[in-house]
């Protein structure tokens, strides 16, 4: 098997860091030609040559009908809806209106305002592929994890739904759900759960290790190389699927 995305064009959206980036490299590198976007300028700054990127807030609809602009007439072949935040780690009680609207913004909101602007394109071509990043918080439930939790199960429905309104013409989507994934984002969801359950970091880190049948945690790169196989000619017939790069999540709360 050998992967080739050359000649396709794609939108990773949040490419300065985490999943992002790591999608946005290894599509490059196996030759798509990708636009990238992100909040952080000075992240997006350091991706290396050949990388397009423009700043945007993928939670407002206008930037992102300004992502899109040039991709109405250049076409597209590929959207990566991989902008997320964590969101709070506190009890619904506790939730301000404004953390919920934010998660919604950056989880769900964004990935209907892409998708809305990719799919005539997709539909004109008779082809297209569209990648929802969910979450074990999109198929579990999460305590003290509300916001991030309504918002992921919506990318899943979102996925299943865009899967069977656009098959028939020829447009695959998909949900990917990274497991606990090693960097600087799962660090702070760590903190934030010791702090909120009055645990020790390590013994958190532990408990998210154990919530999964292999016991593990996952790099950024492993993400990426199921979304490059997936949006290449090998995946040409899978559609509607949540796929886990996670060793089996049994449990995003094991109780301490
Ligand atoms: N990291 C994990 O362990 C994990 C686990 C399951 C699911 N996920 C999901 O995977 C996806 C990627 O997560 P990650 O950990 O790589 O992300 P991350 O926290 O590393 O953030 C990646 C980038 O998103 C950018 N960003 C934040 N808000 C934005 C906005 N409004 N518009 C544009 N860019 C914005 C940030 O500036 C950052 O550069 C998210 O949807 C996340 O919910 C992550």
Known sequence: MDISLAGKRAVITAGGAGMGRATALAMHGLGARVLTCDIDEAALATLPDGIDWVRCD???????AALFADVDT?????????????GPTKPIEEVTDDE???VMGVCI??????????????RKQQHGVIINLVSGAGILGYP????YVAAKWAVTGLTRTLAMELGPDNIR????VPGNVNG??????????????????????????????????????????LICFLCSDY??????????????????????
């Open 74 to 86: 250049e076409g597209l072949d590929i959207l990566v809806n991989n902008a997320g935040i964590a």
């Open 144 to 147: 003290n994890r509300a916001p």
């Open 184 to 225: 600087a984002r799962m660090e702070g969801v760590i903190k934030a759960h010791a702090e909120n359950d009055g645990l020790d970091v390590e013994t958190v880190r532990r408990l998210y290790a154990i919530g999964t049948s292999m016991q593990c945690y996952v790099d950024p790169e492993e993400i990426a190389d």
């Open 109 to 122: 909101d964004s990935q209907f305002y892409c998708a809305r602007h990719a799919v005539p394109v997709f």
């Open 235 to 256: 995946g040409r017939h899978i559609s509607g699927q949540i796929v886990g790069v996670d060793g089996n999540t049994e449990t995003l709360y094991p109780r301490s």
């Open 100 to 102: 919920w609207r934010a």
């Open 173 to 176: 989507v998909n949900g990917v």
């Open 58 to 64: 993928v939670s407002t609809s206008s930037e992102v």
